[in-house]
């Protein structure tokens, strides 16, 4: 049998199996033929987030924010050039911490922005406060291969 990864699609929500050989950057997805990884963080309410923690089995970069925040609006291009260096190896998504009260009491968020590195639908990692693309990829690096 071959091995496969599921991955999510940002457009339309629909879980992909994508064989392990192939290569990430190129797939779409069968159901609305878009790209699965575009180098763009996936803006994601809580069913979305929901969706993604429990049928990725690529790690997931989460950038909890609200738009009133400062650093957060600071973050969010910096943010956006990371996913370009970190995808599709890392799926990349920005969660409104307004909109999802569930997710953010769930993962005790006190402070934003905070990122949450999440493999296998656990938290591995955290970090509060604004950082620029550069330390984006390093920090998230560095967690991987210490988890």
């Known amino acids: 049998m071959t091995a496969t990864r599921q991955l999510v699609c940002g457009h339309c929500g629909r879980t992909n199996r994508l064989p ?3 290569a ?3 797939a ?3 159901a609305c033929h878009q790209a699965l990884f575009t180098g763009h963080p996936i803006e994601v309410d809580e069913a979305g987030f929901e969706r993604l923690v429990a049928n990725s089995d ?6 909890v924010w609200a738009p009133w925040c400062g650093p957060c609006r600071a973050m969010a291009p910096m943010f956006e050039r990371a996913a370009r260096e970190l995808e599709p190896d890392i799926r990349l998504l920005k969660l409104n911490a307004d909109t999802a ?3 953010s009491a769930r993962f005790g968020i006190n402070a934003i922005p905070t990122l949450l590195l999440i493999r296998g ?3 591995i990692a955290r970090s509060a406060g604004a950082m620029d ?3 984006i990829v390093a920090w998230t690096a560095a967690q991987l291969r210490a988890a």
Request: aromatic share 0%; with cysteine.
């Open 28 to 30: 779409r997805c069968g």
């Open 133 to 135: 693309a550069q330390r």
């Open 101 to 103: 009260p569930a997710v």
């Open 121 to 123: 639908g656990s938290e």
């Open 20 to 22: 392990a050989a192939r």
């Open 24 to 26: 990430a950057a190129d």
């Open 58 to 63: 690529v790690p997931l970069l989460v950038d």
